[in-house]
């Protein structure tokens, strides 16, 4: 693995750390009395049940989650320009502005314009405790910018190119458009198993189990938190 590659990956980490420490509500302290912590159990959301039947979090879990992004987040919700100024603070030596944008929409499940904890707290479920199907499907639709249900090459262009921005000064020398575009032939080459111009979720799915690389990467928010 290149070194630009382990610092972009070290780098992924600590944002899904932040985020997890934003939503348990522990960015600004890291003790908490005992006062406070009995009063954490009382305070839940509306739909615990249904968020437990959605997670791989137990229900303290969830309650104790509830609290923290509520201290945090008093309105109950994240919007689109705080969500990528938290991105851009781990990502300094380029434009993570476009990728954030990507990926606050794969987390924005009902297209509001704004996260709320239950968004939040199922999309950290995956990438944390989530199946390899699960993480699989989420990675998808992350590509997939339309929601339509399958990959265009000029989706993974798209994002492949918000990549290399929010990976700025740490790429040397800068990739030309050409060389990405390149880079989306050799996806499509692969996964596109019927050359039919677009991947869907069973050619993405099937392509990524047989790649080891792939599967490791997978693995990268394993004990992150």
């Keep these: 693995m290149s070194s630009r590659r382990r610092r972009c990956k070290r780098q992924l980490i600590k944002f899904t750390q932040h985020i997890a420490r934003l939503i348990t509500g522990t960015l600004n302290s890291d003790n908490e009395d005992e006062e406070q912590e009995s009063t954490t159990v009382r305070c839940h959301p509306e739909n615990l049940e249904q968020l437990q039947l959605q997670t791989h979090f137990s229900r303290q879990e969830l309650q104790l989650l509830y609290r923290g992004f509520k201290n945090e987040c008093?309105?109950?919700?994240?919007?689109?320009?705080?969500?990528?100024?938290?991105?851009?603070?781990?990502?300094?030596?380029?434009?993570?502005?476009?990728?954030?944008?990507?990926?606050?929409?794969?987390?924005?499940?009902?297209?509001?314009?704004?996260?709320?904890?239950e968004e939040l707290v199922c999309d950290l479920s995956v990438l944390l405790r989530g199946t390899t199907e699960e993480k699989l499907n989420w990675a998808f639709n992350l590509y997939d910018i339309n929601k339509d249900g399958k990959i265009t090459k000029e989706e993974m262009l798209d994002i492949l190119k918000s990549i290399y921005d929010l990976m700025g000064k740490s790429i040397h020398p800068r990739l030309k458009e050409e060389a990405v575009r390149q880079h989306v032939r050799i996806f499509f080459q692969k996964m596109d198993i019927n050359q039919d111009g677009v991947v869907t979720i069973d050619e993405f799915s099937d392509c990524c189990q047989k790649d080891e690389n792939i599967m490791l990467s997978l693995k990268i928010f394993d004990n992150a938190v």
């Design 74 to 117: 008093p309105s109950g919700v994240v919007n689109e320009d705080t969500f990528k100024n938290i991105y851009a603070v781990f990502f300094p030596l380029g434009d993570s502005s476009k990728y954030a944008q990507f990926l606050f929409n794969a987390f924005d499940k009902d297209k509001n314009g704004s996260l709320s904890f």
